[in-house]
């Protein structure tokens, strides 16, 4: 089967359809400008039987056994083991993302596909007492209905799936976006893989299309109750706006601009630890990740070790062409990403920075660059690059590291490396960020533990229980059991 030929479709109410708009999405490999795909635009027609289409089948998936909707994502689990490397090959073509990159992201969903499996069957409710005598509080945990879930082009298989599998395990019923970078990886691919596993028709759809094609019909439809959504932190601000407007939940995963912090008491294997967390902190996928760290803040008593030999790792990282198992660095997903990083680093020299690596740009791959001394004033310390260029900072002492670290509208993710877990721990809890790991790198996820930022990096909290309450709502029953006295 060609993934790029076969599932490049709209899909809606178990059908793999032709859109109707007028003209077509693209889908390039971004190394060597390949065409894979081209799917005509669904239009807001489209988008209204997907959403219709979910209406309609979400009640009876709802009232199925949980163990009849755990079989199925038994299924999609061992059909994503028994198709890894057709996967794996997919994303490395459509996203230009490295093979290592692309294993990772397959192993990874297989993980969150497991705890979908045991999501099917989590408690359905609880019974609670009351100040009334004889009365009794039963809160039901219920689905929401259907979800809208709009992904992202950087890590479409894995970042899509955490949101349909467990909305699906939960009850509810999904209709995907696609990002027009991974319209088969990211939307495709997902449906095709649950159509193979027996989920009935209608409760999967995949619209692939633009802005420019269905406004904001997505959002405004009546059907979806909850909107979950992975992008950059402008376009989630309007997703926000408009679903607010329509009374509509939204989960909100959005840009950042991490840091990863180098206290003063690391010893040499210490440092060499540091070193490898920053270059994986910044440099997978090139960098665009949303949690990656754009910042690498070093105390100065240890910044000359620090500084030699992360330039050492970097010029030492291997740019090309993705195919390549030796290759670290892809292409970036576009050229208009290419030219915008270009002009990045451009503006940072014109600043009065110094480049201690200085990457070239030919086509879509931008090899690594690390710049140092850029102005504190400058906007590139507060914004998120999304690419392979990386800032080192310098900083005397905890407090003024927390100031330079916490000085950013985003708070995602970060890191801080120490010899003193505790230190570490007490650091990590004064930076503003949703996340925050001590002697890791910056870029990490767990299907258990919850995902989400502060500030401009978002809204809610997906993994583990929060999902439950991101896909779920609650009722409250009351039963009086005898008479009870009432005050009129």
Wanted: charged share 25%; glycine share 10%.
């Amino acid at each position: 089967m060609s993934y790029f030929t076969d599932l490049a479709h709209q899909y809606i109410d178990g059908e793999w359809r032709t859109g109707s708009g007028s003209w077509d999405i693209i889908d390039f490999n971004p190394y060597n400008g390949e065409k894979l795909a081209a799917i005509t635009v669904a239009t807001a027609r489209e988008v209204d039987a997907a959403y219709r289409a979910a209406e309609r089948a979400q009640p009876g998936w709802a009232r199925t056994n949980p163990y009849q909707r755990r079989a199925v994502f038994e299924r999609v689990l061992r059909l994503v083991e028994e198709r890894a490397e057709d996967i794996v090959a997919a994303i490395v073509d459509e996203l230009g993302g490295t093979r290592r990159k692309a294993r990772y992201e397959v192993d990874a969903a297989r993980e969150f596909l497991r705890e979908a499996v045991q999501l099917s069957l989590r408690e359905q409710g609880r019974i609670l007492p009351s100040l009334v005598d004889g009365r009794e509080n039963r809160v039901y945990r219920l689905p929401v209905g259907v979800v809208g879930v709009i992904g992202p082009f950087n890590f479409p298989f894995l970042v899509t799936l955490r949101s349909v599998a467990p909305a699906l395990a939960l009850g509810n019923a999904v209709v995907i976006k696609p990002n027009q970078n991974a319209p088969v990886t990211g939307g495709g691919l997902i449906a095709r893989l649950f159509e193979d596993a027996g989920l009935p028709a209608g409760l999967l759809n995949v619209v692939v299309t633009d802005i420019a094609e269905i406004g904001d019909a997505l959002l405004t439809h009546p059907v979806p109750k909850v909107i979950s959504f992975a992008g950059s932190d402008r376009v989630g601000r309007h997703v926000s706006a408009v679903a607010a407007g329509h009374f509509k939940r939204t989960v909100l995963e959005l840009s950042g601009n991490s840091a990863l912090v180098v206290l003063d008491d690391l010893d040499e294997a210490g440092l060499d630890h540091a070193v490898d967390a920053a270059v994986a902190s910044r440099f997978t996928y090139q960098g665009q990740v949303c949690t990656a760290a754009n910042r690498i803040l070093v105390d100065r008593s240890v910044a000359g070790a620090f500084t030699e030999k992360f330039v050492a790792r970097v010029r030492a990282l291997r740019t090309g062409d993705p195919r390549d198992p030796a290759t670290q660095i892809g292409p970036v997903i576009n050229p208009s990403r290419a030219e915008a990083l270009t002009a990045l680093v451009d503006q940072a020299l014109e600043e009065g920075a110094t480049a201690l690596v200085r990457g070239r740009t030919r086509g879509n791959l931008v090899e690594p660059t690390v710049l140092t001394g850029v102005p504190e004033e400058s906007a590139l310390h507060r914004q998120e690059i999304f690419g392979p260029v990386v800032l080192l900072v310098p900083f005397e002492g905890d407090e003024e590291a927390v100031r330079i670290a916490n000085d950013t509208p985003y708070g995602l993710s970060g890191a801080v490396h120490t010899s003193d877990i505790e230190r570490g721990v007490a650091f990590a809890r004064r930076i503003e960020t949703g996340m925050m790991h001590v002697n890791g790198t910056t870029v990490q996820d767990d299907p258990l533990v919850a995902f989400g930022g502060e500030k401009s990096s978002g809204l809610g909290r997906l993994d583990g229980e929060a999902t439950v309450e991101a896909f779920t709502t609650t009722k409250w029953i009351s039963v009086q059991h005898g008479r009870a006295e009432f005050p009129v």
